[in-house]
């Protein structure tokens, strides 16, 4: 982070924390005004200047503090001056502030107010904060909804289907870009090497690795992220917003700790004496760079859809194509509410369906190809459940749908 990156940081921290027109200065102007900003309440606004001093290892001394002073006891409609630093002040600084009345912040303070306003604080990878994943709107969603639908159902058709409802769930993440460079050797040479670029995902809240099942996904967008959109959020139920609390030490710690663990391999080779020998090679922390750490929503869609009869809970996250929904076991739904997990399992015999999907035309209901049948008369899928069959010889009989049925005169 350089200067005035952290001069935008404090600005974002001050706006999150409720201050308004926050304006950051021009990044050159020296002796400048860092900040400005207005602190409303009903009845009163105060105005403020921040001075930003970005010096991690440094000490700010009482002239600063008097300067800013100064500024603000000679321009009338300034109230209050704020020296925020990324280091300490000096205890003359401190004791001169006391006297005017020019708040400090220093690095301790930052620290715990940008834990209050849910910000990393850090020094040395760059900082970015509400970035995002592309979300699409509203319609294109619902488009991708169904050709989501279409291939995944055999049967399916887009009359049968009515979107109840789209939520969103904004999971908070850290998005750690890292690299791994691990050669392991034994006597008879080199037996196994990593040399790999990517990006792991931590959760916000607790910093432990997402399922990549979540994330995989998302990986060839990590270029895309760009600022949180709060227009789009807009059109859609907003669900949950996940939170980010953890320091870029603790990030730092856990997702050096977690490569190390999906890395390691165990390895077999022949030794020079033929015999055959495991070796675990496990990457050292000196194998691994980490390049940049961000603050990433993982944007995850909610959508209730009803096919016919049937409600189902479709959860998944998208990419510029297509809607990459999560397994069932995933998805999690109140009992009580009618609505089921988009299932990966047959709804009639419970076995998972590998080959294809198939959709009842009847209740809805999406069951394996050993459970459905086609209606002799109108050639629409019908499911175990709510087909009707009427024997022929001993054991063929003819398959219909219930208003075929009724029509043909079988039930
Ligand atoms: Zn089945
Ligand atoms: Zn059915
Ligand atoms: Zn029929």
């Known amino acids: 982070m ?33 900040i400005s900003m207005e602190q409303r309440t009903d009845i009163s606004t105060v105005r403020f200047i921040v001075e930003c001093k970005h010096h991690p290892e440094g000490t700010i001394g009482r002239p600063v503090v008097q300067k800013l002073h100064s500024a603000v006891v000679h321009t009338p409609v300034l109230d209050k001056g704020i020296i925020v630093t990324s280091g300490h002040f000096s205890s003359k600084a401190i004791q001169y502030a006391e ?106 809240d607790g910093g432990e690795p997402i399922n990549p099942i979540i994330t995989n996904p998302l990986l060839p967008m990590r270029y895309n992220i760009s600022e949180l959109n709060e227009d789009n959020l807009k059109e859609v139920k907003l669900l949950e917003r996940g939170r980010f609390v953890k320091s870029y030490k603790e990030i730092k710690e856990s997702a050096i700790e977690t490569l190390r663990q999906i890395y390691t391999k165990t390895v077999g080779y022949y030794g020079a004496n033929n015999v055959h020998y495991t070796k675990t090679c496990v990457p050292k922390k000196k194998h691994i760079a980490l390049m940049d750490v961000k603050q990433v929503y993982i944007p995850v869609w909610n959508i209730i859809v009803s096919i016919l009869k049937s409600k189902y809970l479709i959860v998944g996250t998208e990419n510029p194509q297509k809607l990459n929904v999560f397994p069932s076991k995933l998805i999690v739904v109140k009992e009580t509410s009618g609505i089921q997990p988009y299932p990966d399992n047959c709804m009639v015999c419970f076995k998972p369906m590998e080959d294809k999907k198939y959709l009842c035309n009847e209740c809805g209901m999406i069951v394996c190809s050993n459970d459905i049948f086609t209606c002799k008369k109108c050639g629409k899928l019908i499911c175990e459940k709510h087909v009707i069959s009427k024997r022929k010889f001993l054991i063929f009989s003819d398959k219909y749908c219930p208003p075929c049925a009724k029509s043909e005169g079988i039930i």
């Open 99 to 204: 006297e005017v009345g020019i708040e400090l912040i220093d690095i301790e303070k930052l620290t715990e107010l940008a834990r209050k306003a849910e910000m990393l604080i850090q020094t040395k990878p760059s900082l970015s904060i509400e970035n995002c994943f592309p979300t699409s709107k509203k319609t294109e969603l619902v488009e991708k909804l169904f050709s989501f639908l279409q291939v995944d159902l055999n049967g399916f058709n887009k009359d049968y289907a009515k979107v109840e409802e789209i939520g969103l769930k904004l999971l908070s993440s850290y998005m750690v870009d890292y690299s791994i460079e691990a050669t392991f050797s034994t006597s008879v040479g080199v037996i196994h090497s990593i040399h790999e670029k990517s990006s792991l995902f931590l959760t916000g």
């Open 2 to 34: 350089d200067g005035y990156e952290f001069q935008k940081f404090v600005a974002n921290l001050f706006k999150k924390l409720g201050f308004v027109n926050v304006e950051v200065g021009p990044p050159t102007a020296d002796g400048g005004i860092d």
